[in-house]
């Protein structure tokens, strides 16, 4: 016999006109290696067929089963509910747009993110189909490998109290995917091309230092290193520029 | 909007460095602002050396011009600092509610420090106007005045109606706390921000320096409790 679980779980579905947000209870019981992504599907199942959260891998690669498990950011098919207490609740994470219940549209907010970090190599280098391709060395290879492991999951988002009242804020993510590319040798962007994507307020010097992201990034991305250093890199990038700008006045 | 946007971006390309600058400056400010702290109860710690030493170094303030110019220099900073600050700290209710509920819900570490660093600066704020107005109106400093200041009881150094408060022990105790906290949480933060340290092992390191601090500026307290304690009554004013 396992425990007795009981999730308190956030319900609203804004598309039901007239639906109120609430807080539902679900008992269930706790067998050898639940984690709450199976705890939720059983609820699923054999409870209420209406519940609404996402999924996709089960295996914390694909980022969509985010949401606040006992208030903290976690992602549900990685948290094994032995290590909750029997009595825990499950909210959607803040931030972003509510779809109904746990679900939540992180999708939206990433589109914009990746076309604010202009996150792709920018380069003026021919692809040719023919050719080997360029290798690159396996130390490089590897300080990318870090970043690049984000899964877009939003738990980075959703902590960050700087994201939460500042919604042009790119996040812990944004500055990560940032770095990201600042790293690459492929890329061919200069520095000042890097600082009017991310040396401003909405960007890097937005950051409170308030590492709730990294601390709770759940692929355990050294989120402070990588902030630190765009900041640092931006820093320095900006105090060389020299901007021409509009006389509005 | 998107458009809109970038419009505004565009328009504003002469004022490209306003965030970079502004950061910085909020950061350089936090650091002198923590080395002035530090430094301040250092000197006032060497009351409980000698309060011979703590005189020598008092006069030597003036002496020197260090006092002429250092504490216009610091309330100035003090005042940039809070302007500067001030924009990160949540403002509007709004903000203040979604801040409330997201440090207890996520009950996260880092987080309710600086909610606390938020609180304490409002502290600071308003107690280091009411040390520096009391101070300079008693200026210059010596270990005789500034002994029968702490031990006294009241605003007015007397009893309110036969009721007896350790006014100023009291508000410096609370003062140092609420300074301390400030500034050497305030300092992990701008190190955390910029610094390619473990942020753990520094934390630690900046609590043991803050731990020391506090044990200084209470020892300081003390010493200066035990002087006025053997003065002869009313006190001696050198
Ligand atoms: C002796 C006085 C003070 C010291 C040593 C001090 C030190 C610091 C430091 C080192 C920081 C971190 C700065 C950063 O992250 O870049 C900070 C942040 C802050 N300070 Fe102060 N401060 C003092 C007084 C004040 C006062 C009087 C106020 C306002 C009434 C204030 C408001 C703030 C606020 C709101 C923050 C948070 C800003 C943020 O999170 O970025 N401080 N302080
Ligand atoms: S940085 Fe970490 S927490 Fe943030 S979105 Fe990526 S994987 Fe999730
Ligand atoms: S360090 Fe804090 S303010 Fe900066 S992105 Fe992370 S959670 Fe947000
Ligand atoms: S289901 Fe893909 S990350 Fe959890």
Same mark, same amino acid.
């Given at each position: 016999m396992g425990r007795q679980l #009981? @999730?308190?779980? /956030?319900? *609203?579905? $804004?598309n039901i006109p007239g639906d109120k947000p609430r807080m539902q209870d679900y008992k269930l019981e706790e067998h050898e290696g639940m984690t709450l992504f199976v705890a939720l599907n059983e609820i699923r199942e054999k409870q209420d067929p209406t519940l609404m959260f996402d999924f996709v891998c089960r295996a914390a690669i694909c980022g969509s089963c985010a949401m606040l498990i006992n208030g903290r950011p976690r992602l549900a098919c990685k948290t094994m509910t032995s290590m909750l207490p029997s009595r825990f609740t499950v909210m959607p994470l803040p931030v972003f747009k509510l779809i109904g219940d746990l679900a939540v549209d992180t999708g939206t907010w990433f589109r914009d993110l990746q076309i604010r970090a202009e996150a792709w190599v920018h380069t003026n280098k021919k692809f040719d189909f023919n050719a080997l391709e360029v290798r690159m060395e396996n130390k490089t290879c590897e300080e990318i490998y870090d970043p690049e492991q984000c899964i877009e999951c939003g738990c980075c988002v959703a902590a960050c109290i700087t994201a939460n009242i500042r919604p042009d804020f790119i996040g812990a993510t944004g500055i990560n995917r940032v770095y990201r590319f600042l790293i690459d040798p492929r890329d061919e962007r200069s520095n000042a091309e890097y600082y009017e994507v991310i040396g401003n307020e909405d960007g890097t010097f937005g950051c409170v230092g308030l590492m709730a992201c990294d601390d709770l990034c759940p692929k355990d991305i050294p989120l402070q290193q990588n902030l630190a250093y765009v900041r640092r890199k931006m820093a320095a990038a900006g105090l060389k520029l020299d901007f021409k700008g509009v006389k509005t006045s | 909007m998107e458009l809109a946007k970038n419009l505004q971006t565009t328009i504003n390309r002469s004022y490209g460095k306003t965030d970079l600058y502004v950061d910085l400056a909020q950061s350089i400010s936090g650091v002198l602002l923590i080395g002035f702290l530090w430094m301040h109860m250092l000197f006032v710690a060497t009351i409980v050396v000698s309060p011979d030493l703590f005189n020598r170094l008092s006069i030597g303030l003036d002496e020197y011009y260090l006092a002429q110019v250092g504490i216009p220099a610091t309330i100035l900073l003090i005042i940039i600092h809070i302007f500067l600050a001030l924009r990160r700290a949540p403002v509007r209710l709004r903000d203040m509610r979604i801040t409330y509920r997201m440090a207890k819900m996520m009950n996260h570490f880092d987080t309710w420090i600086w909610v606390g660093q938020v609180v304490s600066a409002l502290f600071v704020g308003v107690m280091a106007s009411i040390h520096l107005w009391i101070i300079l109106g008693a200026w210059p400093l010596r270990a005789a005045t500034s002994a029968m200041r702490v031990a006294s009881t009241g605003p007015a150094d007397h009893t309110w109606g036969g009721f007896a408060f350790p006014f100023f022990i009291v508000f410096y105790v609370i003062f140092l706390i609420a300074g301390e906290y400030h500034g050497g949480f305030g300092l992990y933060r701008i190190l955390v921000k910029w610094g390619w340290w473990d942020r753990h092992t520094m934390g630690w390191v900046l609590k043991g320096i803050t731990v020391v601090i506090v044990g200084l !500026? @209470?020892?300081? &307290? *003390? #010493? /200066? #409790? =035990? @002087?006025?304690?053997? &003065? $002869?009554? !009313? !006190?001696? @004013? =050198?």
């Open positions: #009981t @999730i308190s779980c /956030f319900r *609203y579905n $804004p | !500026g @209470i020892a300081a &307290l *003390y #010493t /200066f #409790t =035990q @002087i006025a304690a053997n &003065l $002869p009554a !009313g !006190g001696v @004013i =050198q």
